[in-house]
């Protein structure tokens, strides 16, 4: 079984809408990231937060960690046709990354 | 940069063959990674590779065997292929130091193998 999950398992939102996407895992971590994917292809580094942040910003992207509640969100502000991928925290632990199960975003223009 | 080359892209095996998934990455990193992603699922860590000269079990390991070559190269076996092995295969690479410093990077993946398992 996957260490993390992730909720909603799909999302649709019409453009300009944020999209929040929110991970949850079992074990303790060094940081957690986020990645995009896009039509089965190689995962792309968005975003990492350490575990002693509690929240970060990149453009367009916001995350924030709670390590007492396991969990963390992705906020997608103003959302572009072109955000439509699947998205997956990734958990650093033990020179381990494990992923999350993804949400699938789609953003309708 | 190449950075993480897989190869092959695609194959077709059939159940009980084997063969060897090679992947290579020239940005000096100390860890490396294979995944599988199932249709629809998320990527589950099969082995990985904290740096040269060791190896270590993921989540699903079975049914796979890896060789760390040297710094640049990770490869994954199917010793005797079966049909549940159908998926696509990702390998990545980070520069997570060794003494779990400050400082974590994020990984880098290459464009996935496609294995099907008839």
């Known amino acids: 079984s996957q260490q993390g999950e992730e909720d909603p398992q799909a999302l649709s939102i019409q453009e300009g809408e944020n999209a929040t996407m929110n991970c949850s895992y079992k074990?303790?971590?060094?940081?957690l990231q986020w990645y995009r994917q896009n039509s089965g292809r190689g995962l792309v580094h968005l975003i990492l937060?350490?575990?002693?942040?509690r929240e970060k910003h990149s453009g367009r992207l916001r995350v924030t960690l709670d390590t007492s509640k396991k969990s963390s969100s992705l906020l997608i502000t103003a959302s572009r046709a072109a955000d439509t991928a699947s998205y997956f925290c990734?958990?650093?632990?033990?020179?381990?990354?494990?992923f999350g199960s993804g949400t699938r975003l789609l953003v309708r223009p | 940069n190449a950075g993480v080359t897989q190869t092959p892209k695609f194959q077709v095996l059939k159940t009980g063959q084997s063969m060897t998934l090679q992947c290579a990455q020239d940005?000096?990193?100390?860890?490396m990674y294979w995944y599988r992603q199932d249709p629809g699922m998320g990527l589950r860590l099969i082995y990985y590779?904290?740096?040269?000269?060791?190896?270590d079990k993921g989540e699903v390991p079975n049914g796979y065997n890896v060789s760390r070559l040297n710094k640049r190269e990770f490869s994954l076996r199917l010793e005797s292929a079966a049909p549940s092995q159908t998926s696509v295969y990702f390998c990545?690479?980070?520069?997570?130091?060794?003494?779990?410093?400050?400082?974590?990077?994020?990984?880098?993946f290459g464009q996935g193998t496609r294995l099907t398992v008839v």
């Open positions: 940005m000096n990193h100390n860890s």
């Open positions: 074990t303790s971590i060094n940081n």
């Open positions: 590779s904290a740096s040269e000269g060791t190896t």
């Open positions: 990545a690479s980070s520069d997570l130091p060794r003494d779990r410093g400050p400082e974590n990077t994020e990984a880098f």
């Open positions: 990734g958990m650093d632990s033990s020179y381990k990354l494990i």
């Open positions: 937060i350490r575990s002693n942040e």
